[in-house]
């Protein structure tokens, strides 16, 4: 393992997405990063900074082809790809003591018939799966320290997971029907040329997607399950906001009759009192997502209406950082004995 | 009243808001309507076409102080002014024997101590309002047909009430735990200069506002009330999306034990068959604002997760059109006898 | 050819573009047009609505493969394809006495060496290019009137070639350095799926394309050089803006030293005063693209700083509509002895 | 002067608006600065985090009254405020010993009639204007670092004249005949509330203003004409995008006959190869605005269409940063002897 004042190698297999150019911007100006590899067969050769101008300046490497990088040699390597490729070469990089954080889905559920069925595809590493920790620092901080294989939560679970762990952990709430309306910005969807993703067609537009099933429902499903030691209901309705970056997730529970006196407020605030990325807001906020704009930061409020036995929680985050990148790299620095914020402290941008 | 061929006079009180404009440019192209007088007080002298230019070439008037306007020679006139506006000028067009349609809020609380509280001034003509009638034609056709005085029903009202009148009518769900998750274009805040509605600080950001308490939310009780036969409990949250126009209302209900073999698609398409309006998209569409972008259409979707007892329910519509002017267009045209769509035709603008 | 009362049977090969969804719009609210058929080889049998939910209740018909569609037995066909489609079809079409309108570039150019340099690919029917006429009404309405083949004019030529009509009829600007700084919406680019066209990357962005030459550069050029008798030397710069509609054409030109005293404002009002979609706006206007948003209008206004030699012609329209099926309809009415304003009467959608 | 090690004490007079908030965000996290004071009458006592939540956690401050607010105890002071506050103020505070760093525009024009004329007020210190600098470092670093008061240049300003520069010095363009076609994001604007800067009407719109008259006019032509040593003739037409941040100028420019041999790409690079913040790119580049969003970086392209007499060169900056705020700190650093980059080495945002 490094220690905090040496130089981590990293590698990224699959660089031309919009997490892998995240994970470029942050790890490019990380004081105990150092880009050793970026991979894209198709872009072989190419100059990081000639596809991603931002980059110009900050990042000197090229494209390499997968078989040529010098991906064994690195400390640790991000998976910025498409399902099901992490889960192809993560032994190789294991039996060379590389560690692996996947953005991807293949080390994020642990049922792997329940994987099959949303991914379509059988899993590579039921073993490696086993002994994978999935990378939510602020639930698993301990097992993450010394994992192996990271699997780098959702999006859209890490706003529901971390807005609903305190009411879980202390069982104050109705399991059988929690309901998570979120939106997401049309990143999210990635750099995949999709009709659905052209500007003339998400821009000036809102609507619900994936309403009869969407794969971060099993993923949210299961945390929420272990948080709380039982099943939970969820409805999940994702929905696609005109913006580049940002998610709001509002979710309303029902509070338990016996614990309708429930300070509420004190209870995350003190839940989080010591989380660098989870900011409580005061009671009456209104997080926007703005607040959080390439920021690893993630912003909670809530809100009860009439006091009555609904309780609405509001979560924001950047979903391209806390929701993929950053929150990747905050893995990073728990698995590699670093202070967590380290090359994570950028004030978003607003406006 | 005017026959359908006749043309109707017609007076706009408050001319320069985004009602205002979106009024001019239906009754502009309305073959049946005469735009007779258009007020503001602000911009008395200005031609209406200086203000708004794409009504260059299709509206020649002129604004005219409201003392000035003439009009209690008009057959009908449009309040599209702040709340409180229309209620201190109802009396004296309706003994001039002019119909008033109201965009803003005095006729729609049939409960004083309501509207009271919620708009922060006692009613000015609590017997006028008694009189007036709720303007959703969908559920009240036969008595906006005989009405003098209409309140033209708010944005997310219209959304929520047509989204679960079929399910309220025959008794479906549970009427304690209504959820409607609602999210509406920036154009719903109006011309007002407010900071929050600016463009650097609306565009690519998302945000929920009014979680504690919004002046929709005792108008939807009430009417969601008065279909049901009893009290309602609705929790309502509305949320600003970074879009000019459109609004997107997404309801989930609780079925109840005894109705989950309704087939509520069936349900649905028979209820709103014979409705311009109203459009139940088959099975498993996922509406898009879009698609009802500057047209009166509003469009309904179905989706039951699982088969559950969880009902989600999706109504898109232009905020602005079905929302305001273009259902105020509707009462005038079932007021006076002409056939619904009069005017009301056009086709959404996509892309 | 038809008469105005009668109906006129359309035809539209390659429904599937914004062009295609645009045509269908206006066509399907057209009071003298009847749709006849759609093709689209690969989307055959998909019900038009499925595609464009917009056109729901207003269009019936499904998309047929090309090879099946009745197209022979149309009055008038559009070819809303990809540039070389319609030049292979055209005489087939001619043969049975069906009019021919290209939105592409087809029978835009009539130098067929320039075109091959420009688009890559030997012209197909010199012949009937020869006969073609380039569909700008405002210039050329009798020809258009006899056509039987159409040029629809490419969007950036119309509002440069209509910007600078009345200086180059009278002769009063330096024809060696015309400076057009172009601006559109991203639907330029079609519904075609390319990264540049995404959301994430065309939102919230700005950036000049084809510098170094587009396609539009030889037909402006063309057709100025035909109105001033020479020819013209220009510069062109498109941009890309982050809107999903509108065109906005800054054109830069000296004024001759004789010409210093002209009046400009009048010479634009006269030349225009009797065209229904050309608004020359009163002098220090400032056109906006959204006062022209869905509609067929052309605003035109006239700026000269200090009163120097420099003038500015500002000049905004839809591209999506008189920068190409708006104006494509407005041919079909010339061609058809309709008055040109037939089914183009829409008031632009503000806001 | 303090060393590069000590920490800068740094006031900001009027704090509200988007000039401040991102002087809030780039001196929170510079090394070697630290927030003193931030003034605004209205706000007296709010937290600055409370107005603007991408603070929270990053500055501590409240707003206090300018006359409470230890102003004179700072190193330096930046104003955020509109025109003519500064020179109010800046007397006193230069009789302290304090350095000011003014972002509106007292300090740019060094002829007081233009500024009258202009800005429709008397210069209040004509004496101080006299001994002040135009803080555009890449032009004037050794005057900068001897200052002590400071105007920081304009959005406009900042990217022509930094576009045209190098052809300035070596006179290789006719004067009389440069065209600006120029284009800035909305929060240019500032985040004062008028109606043509709510999102309703600048979104999904462009249109240009000013073009009668703007007043970066006369600052540019002023810097020009220093740099040329003679007069120029400027043609500048801005134009409103409806983006948040990101300014795109394309200038026009006629290449003298005996200079037409010039490599201007080398030129260009040699001009700026010691700048860290001028990124002169490869020929045939299109800079996009977002490839310096939220950056300092400045970048300039240069195209010659047919490798004729006319040359254009692009420019693209931040709005915010290179044209506002950050290069507010770059003047800073260079006031205090710091690294030019310090605390301005952020990567751009993208997407």
Redesign the interface.
């Known amino acids: 393992m490094a220690s905090s004042s040496a130089q981590i190698k990293v590698g990224i297999v699959g660089g031309t997405g919009?997490t892998g150019?995240e994970l470029l911007?942050l790890l490019?100006?990380h004081p105990n990063a150092k880009l050793h590899a970026i991979t894209s067969r198709k872009e072989e050769g190419m100059p990081v900074a000639d596809m991603?101008?931002?980059?110009?300046?900050?990042v000197d490497l090229a494209f390499s082809a997968p078989e040529n990088a010098a991906l064994t040699e690195c400390d640790v390597v991000f998976f910025a790809t498409p399902h099901g490729v992490a889960m192809g070469q993560a032994r190789a990089l294991i039996e060379a003591g590389v560690k692996v954080i996947d953005l991807a889905a293949d080390f994020r559920l642990q049922d792997t018939a329940v994987f099959e069925k949303w991914y379509k595809m059988p899993h590579a590493c039921p073993d490696v799966l086993k002994d994978s920790v999935y990378g939510l620092v602020e639930l698993n901080r301990e097992k993450v320290a010394g994992a192996q294989v990271i699997g780098n939560p959702g999006c859209y679970p890490t706003t529901v997971i971390l807005g609903l762990t305190p009411l879980l952990e202390k069982g104050l709430i109705k399991l059988d029907?929690i309901?998570a309306?979120c939106?997401s910005?049309?990143?999210g969807?990635g750099?995949k040329?999709?009709?659905g993703?052209?500007?003339?067609?998400?821009?000036?537009?809102?609507?619900?997607?994936g309403?009869?099933?969407h794969r971060h429902h099993p993923e949210i499903v299961e945390q929420l399950g272990k948080i709380a030691g039982q099943p939970v209901g969820l409805?999940f309705?994702p929905?696609l906001?005109?913006?580049?970056?940002?998610m709001?997730s509002?979710i309303?529970v029902?509070i338990k009759p016996e614990a309708l006196e429930t300070d509420f407020q004190a209870l995350y605030e003190q839940r989080y009192q010591n989380e660098a990325f989870v900011?409580v807001?005061p009671v009456?906020s209104?997080?926007?997502?703005?607040?959080?704009?390439?920021?690893n930061?993630l912003?909670i409020a809530l809100?009860r209406?009439g006091h009555g036995d609904?309780l609405?929680v509001?979560v924001?985050q950047d979903n391209?950082v806390k929701g993929a990148a950053g929150q990747a790299v905050q893995n990073m620095n728990v698995l590699f004995g670093l202070a967590e914020q380290t090359g994570l402290?950028?004030?978003?941008?607003?406006?």
Chains 1, 2, 3, 4 share one sequence.
């Open positions: 919009y150019v911007r490019s100006a991603f101008p931002n980059l110009r300046g900050h029907n309901i309306d939106k910005g049309v990143s969807a750099r040329t999709e009709v993703s052209l500007f003339s067609e998400a821009s000036d537009n809102f609507k619900a997607y309403v009869s099933g409805t309705v929905h906001v005109p913006m580049i970056r940002g709001l509002t309303y029902k900011d807001m009456g209104l997080p926007e997502t703005r607040s959080v704009r390439a920021s930061q912003r809100h209406p609904t609405i509001v924001v391209l402290d950028q004030v978003a941008i607003l406006p």
